[in-house]
C-alpha cells in the first residue's frame, strides 16, 4: 500500500496520467505567458543553438494537463524544475571531436583545446663538385667545433644521400577564458640536414594573444618575429622543401625567425592595413642578453694570451702576462631589439602561405616592409688578437647556422635590416619576392690583428649584406597538383669580392586531398657559392703565436645540386 501510495505522489505519475487525458482530449494551444521557452544556448558546429532543457514531448503534455486542470501550476513548475536539473546532471561539462586536430571544450566556452601533429619526412640526394672538397665552404656555413666553438671549414665528398625527420611539430592551441585570450605552443623534435648535433625535442613557441580590442591586439612570448613575408609564413605552406638560404640570412634578429618579446598589432581579419610593433631580447629563442658574455682583458691596453702567456709586448705599465679568456662580464644586457613591420592588402587578403592553393577567384594583392634594430650582438669576444677570442655559443651557433659567418670574430656589432616585399594571387597562379638589405655596424672600428705583434690587419672592414628572391607558381590541376620556380641572389658582404650565392629551385608538389595537411613533393635545387672575400681566423689548426692568422684563400665557386622528396602529413 505504501508503495502504491508513494507512487501517486511522484510527478512522473502525473505526467502519464496527463499524456492520456491529451491523448483522448485532443490538444489545445497556450497562452505564450505559459508556453515561455526555458533552455540554454549550446555550441554546435560552429553555431549557437537553443536547447530546451524539458524534453518537448513531455513538456507539451504537461502543458496541456495544466491548462485543462488535470495538473497544478504549482505542480507543472516543480516537475519542469526537476527535468531541468536532471537533464543539467546528465548533460558533460565537456565535448571532444577531431576536424583537422583533435578538439576539446568546455561548455560554457571558457576554454577550448586543439592538439595538431605535423611531420616533414625527407630524403635528399645530393651532388658537389671538387671545390667543396677544397677548400669547403669556411666563410658562411663553417663547422663550429670544441667547447670555444672554433670554425673549420666545411668540407665534403662530391655525393651524398640521407634520409631525414626534417620537422616533426605537435601544436597545442586554443583559447582561455574567452575567445579572445589565446594561447598557442608548439614544440619541435626534428634535425636540420647540415646538424652537427642530434635533434632533441625543444619549445619553439609559447605565446598569448589579447584579441580583445581589434585596433590594439597584444601578442606577448616567444614566436616568429613579424618582420618579413619569409619569416612569417609556416614551413607547412610552403612550395619549396626548403626556404632559400637568402631568407634565412636576413632574419630580424640575424640569429633566428623566433624570439622572446612582445608586439602589438591589429586585427588582420578586419583591416585592409595592417601594423606590427615588437620589442624582443634580440638574442634567438629560449635565451636572453643575460646568458650572454664578454672576454675581456684583465688590464684594459694590457695583452693577455690563451695558456697564460703574453702574445703582445707588453708596456712597462703592463703587470705579468695574464689569461684573458674569461667570461668575467656581461655587457649591453640591457639592449632589446625592435622591430616594425606594415602590410597593406590592396586586394583581397592573399595570407602568408605561398602558393594559390585555395584558387582565389578575384586577384589577391598586399605589399609590405619591415625594419629591424638588434644592437649589440656579440660575435666574438674583444681580445686583441682574434686568434685567441671567445664567444657567447649560443651567438655564434645562430650566426653561422643561418649563413652570417662572415660576421664572426668582428666583436660586438648592431645590425639594422630592411625588408620590402609583395605578393599576387589569382586562379591558381601565384607570383611574390622579397628585396633585403642589412646594414652591420662594427663597434671596435679598427681592423682585427691578424698576427701577434699587430703589424698585420684585416685587408678591410666588413661590409653590408644584400639580398633578394622571386619566386612563382601554379596550379596545373587546381589544388592538386602545382608547379613552381625560385630564384634568389644573395650579396653577404658588400666589401668583398667573388662571394657571390645563387639560388635556383624548381618544385612539383603534390597535394593529396587538397590541403596542405597531405602532399607530397619534390624540389630540385642548385646552388652557386662563391668563395672570395676573406673571413677572420677560419683555419685549421691555428697557427703557433708567433705566425700569422691566415685568410681562407678563393677556391673557385662552390656548387651543389639536390633532389629532395619530401612527405608532409599534419593532421
Known sequence: MRSRFRCLTEPGFWVTV??????????????????AESGRLVEKDGKLVFVESTDPAIKLLLERALKQGLITKEEYEKVEKESE?????????????????????MNDNAF???????????????FRNDAWRDPGDAKNFPELLGVFGDYRANRSDETGSSFNVRRARLYFMGHLFNPDFKYYVQLAGETAENSQSPGSVRVLDLNFSSTHFPLFNIQFGQYKVYFNRAQINSTASMQFAERALVMDAFTASGLDRRDIGITIMNDEEIYPVNYYVGIFNGAGPSFNRIGGFFSEQPTENCGGGTTGQNPF?????????????????????NQLMYVARLNWNIMGRPGYGEGDLAYSETPQIAVGGGFSYNPAVNASSNSSFVGTDLANLNFRRQIAAFGNARQLGWGIVDYATWALDGVFKYRGFSLQGEYYFKNVTRHEKGLPCMNTTCTQTAPGLLGNATGWYVQTGYYVIPRYLEIAGRYAYWDPDTNSADDLIKQVDLSLNWFLNGTYDHQIMVTYSNIAMGTGGYAIGRSAPLPPQSGTIPLDASGGTLIENMIRVQYQIFF
Do not use: H, M
Open 112 to 126: 577550448y583545446l586543439k592538439i595538431r601533429f605535423r611531420a616533414q619526412l625527407r630524403y635528399t640526394q645530393r
Open 313 to 333: 709586448p707588453s708596456p712597462a705599465s703592463c703587470p705579468a702576462p695574464q689569461r684573458n679568456i674569461n667570461a668575467n662580464l656581461r655587457n649591453d644586457i
Open 18 to 35: 496527463a499524456f492520456i487525458v491529451t491523448a483522448v482530449a485532443g490538444g489545445l494551444s497556450l497562452p505564450p505567458a505559459i508556453a
Open 85 to 105: 536539473e536532471r537533464a543539467y546532471a546528465l548533460t558533460p561539462t565537456f565535448k571532444g571531436w577531431y576536424d583537422r586536430g583533435f578538439n576539446l571544450s
